[in-house]
């Protein structure tokens, strides 16, 4: 049994100050049948994946990332919870829990790339796994989800790669991320019985939550590698915290100011204007503050055309604006 799904961000849920955004889990190709939504609140320490009902949404699962506790220590700005722990030293579990008294923890554990590792409490003996989540190289543009199945006593155990995470190329239905979990071979399709016949929904929301959870962290790590200025306070600026802690970096672009939009509309004051005029003849003005020369081109000073330096860092895909349909299970 085979099953692809595609994640966006949610359409239809405003950004809230200092949290991630809502993301939403969609069949592949139907960015408008919502299956589950992902909803970050405290500052994204208690995260909930909710299914729609006719009722109103009812929530399935709930991730608690570990809050920061150290304010001096370094930490993910930009989500508390994914940041240093008790005395500084990385805590890196996330404890995860749903209907049915099921529980589980996600634990990163690499060290120059992340490693998941899922797996079930177990309150005599240490946590049973029940898979994991990697790149196979840190230079891959997927990831790959796999568990360790074992024959037996000095038998090594035998690797199983069951599903991918991916980016979704560009297009009308496209965008996003996609989440496959293959049912090609019959050590695939037992993944959908780790916890048992008739619990196959509860491991399609084991494996959501993992990757909701990877891509949070991938989010973040944009974000943090394209800070955003520093921009004087106004009325719509979220200030500190009540309790001191700096607020968390913005993730969404809020985009030029209506005065930067008057600004260049207006182009140079007159005295910058006036100075153009009085510049030495054979003068050549250096080219603007972060243009940079073509390569194989002249250098500054003669008048060719000149780059914009733009941030590498890809956009959220939004998804397509939502119908009223009623969400289908796939089992």
């Not at 589980?104 to 790339?113: C, E, L, R, Y």
Request: with cysteine.
């Amino acid at each position: 049994m085979a099953a692809i799904y595609s994640v966006y961000a949610s359409p239809a849920h405003p950004p809230l100050p200092n949290h991630l955004p809502t993301l939403i889990v969609t069949p592949h190709g139907q960015p408008s049948n919502i299956l589950y939504s992902y909803l970050h609140t405290n500052f994204n320490s208690e995260n909930y994946l909710l299914t729609p009902s006719p009722q109103g949404d009812l929530c399935v699962a709930k991730l608690f990332p570990p809050r920061a506790n150290n304010p001096a220590a370094k930490a993910s700005a930009s989500d508390p919870g994914h940041g240093p722990g008790h005395g500084g030293a990385p805590s890196r579990v996330v404890r995860c829990e749903a209907s049915r008294n099921l529980k589980w923890s996600i634990t990163n554990t690499g060290v120059i790339s992340p490693i998941y590792k899922l797996a079930l409490p177990s309150p005599d003996s240490p946590d049973l796994p029940l898979f994991q989540i990697s790149k196979p190289n840190p230079n891959a543009a997927f990831w790959s989800m796999f568990y360790f199945a074992y024959a037996g006593h000095n038998i090594p155990p035998k690797r199983i790669e069951f599903g991918k995470i991916q980016k979704n190329p560009p297009g009308p239905n496209g965008g996003g991320t996609r989440i496959t979990i293959s049912g090609k071979t019959p050590e695939e399709k037992a993944v959908w019985q780790t916890l048992g016949e008739g619990n196959e929904d509860c491991v399609e929301w084991v494996v959501l939550c993992a990757a909701l959870n990877l891509l949070d962290d991938e989010i973040i790590k944009a974000a943090e590698k394209n800070p955003q200025p520093a921009a004087p306070m106004s009325a719509g600026a979220p200030g500190p915290s009540p309790n001191g802690r700096p607020a968390p970096v913005s993730l969404r672009d809020p985009g030029p100011t209506p005065q930067q939009q008057q600004m260049s509309q207006r182009g140079p004051p007159p005295a910058q204007a006036g100075m153009q005029n009085r510049l030495p003849q054979g003068y050549r003005a250096p080219p603007p503050q972060g243009y940079m020369p073509v390569p194989g081109q002249p250098a500054a000073g003669q008048s060719r055309q000149a780059v914009p330096i733009a941030p590498n860092m890809t956009p959220v895909a939004r998804a397509p604006p939502q119908q009223a349909q009623q969400a289908s299970r796939r089992f």
